[in-house]
């Protein structure tokens, strides 16, 4: 039997046994950073973020990883904190998408991507939905 991959869903194997569904670092941080920009959001007064957790969400946007440039750098200094959470949000993403579609090709399987890349994120995002700090 295979190990778990990102992005194979779990399936009933012939044994009647589940497939583990893996979940990433990445998968992980992708909710968490989902989770923070809908907390700020209902904060609704960027102002009210205390000045430790400001700069921590700064240098977590400024880190040297990413590919992309901060919003803030393209689009202005009055870019939110959230909307340049969104920018690096969506560079997570599409970098799961590109590798998963990457396993995909490289199995000679790309047909398969759409479906089966849905399917895997729907699982996953099931089973981190339940995470909590409690």
């Known amino acids: 039997m295979q190990p778990p991959r990102p992005d194979k869903p779990a399936e009933k194997t012939g044994s009647g046994q589940q497939e583990k569904v893996l979940i990433t670092g990445d998968d992980i941080l ?3 950073v989902d989770r923070l ?7 609704d ?3 009210l973020l205390q000045e430790g957790w400001r700069r921590s969400i700064e240098k977590f946007i400024t880190h040297y990883v990413w590919h992309s440039q901060d919003r803030k750098k393209v689009e202005g200094p009055m870019t939110s ?3 340049r959470l969104e920018g690096r949000l969506n ?3 599409e970098r799961r998408r590109r590798l998963i579609k990457y396993l995909y090709k490289k199995e000679g399987k790309l047909y398969e991507f759409e479906e089966g ?3 895997s994120i729907s699982k996953k995002s099931t089973i981190i939905k339940k995470f909590s700090s409690i």
């Open 81 to 83: 904190i959230i909307e």
């Open 45 to 47: 007064d960027e102002a």
């Open 91 to 93: 560079e997570m993403q």
């Open 30 to 32: 992708i909710e968490y």
């Open 37 to 43: 920009m809908n907390q700020l959001k209902e904060m």
């Open 117 to 119: 890349f849905h399917q």
